[in-house]
């Protein structure tokens, strides 16, 4: 189904970030650069793969479009939340974004800092994230078309609080911080 399709796309998403999280770790322990100097590189890199991508996107035709009668924009924006339960998996999602964002900026920090893991490891924790979305995304797409989306939303919010809650007894050995995070 639909859910299986959007969950393959995904795959290759994540295996992307992946590669990218790992040829960023590889060039920044290689290079000899200062983490400044690292990151500027990269951030040119991918500042010219993003033109590189529009580029290859200017070559594509676009399908006609057929006009159709002008909607109201009210009516356009208010009528999916006239739906009950896509306004309960907005409330949701606003409150689990806001909740999750709200510590994310501080993880790796507090890897950095706290524990004392070099940006090498994190990097490398961050890649091995990427490849466990990549595992599993295109899995997760077929659950949710045989169980539905729901069931599928809950067990996977159930499972992302296992990182913030390993978060909380990791040793001060990066290392052995390095090891636990993986699976997590």
Known sequence: GLNHYWGYRQVWMYWTGAISLLGGAIFLAKSGLDIGDGFAWLVGVGALFGVFDILFYMKIEEPPVTKVKEPKLKKVLM??????????????????????????????????????????????????????????????????????????????????????IGLLFLPRDPTLAFWIMVPV
């Open 79 to 164: 009528t999916p939340f006239q739906d009950p339960n896509f306004r309960s998996f907005i409330s949701f999602t606003c409150f689990w974004h806001f909740a999750a964002m709200l510590g994310a900026p501080f993880i790796s920090y507090y890897l950095l800092d706290y524990i004392g893991m070099d940006v090498f490891r994190l990097l490398l924790l961050w890649t091995c994230a990427w490849l466990g979305g990549a595992v599993f995304s295109k899995h997760l797409g077929s659950l949710a078309d045989h169980y539905g989306n729901r069931p599928v939303l809950i067990l996977c919010t159930a499972f992302k609080s296992t990182n913030m």
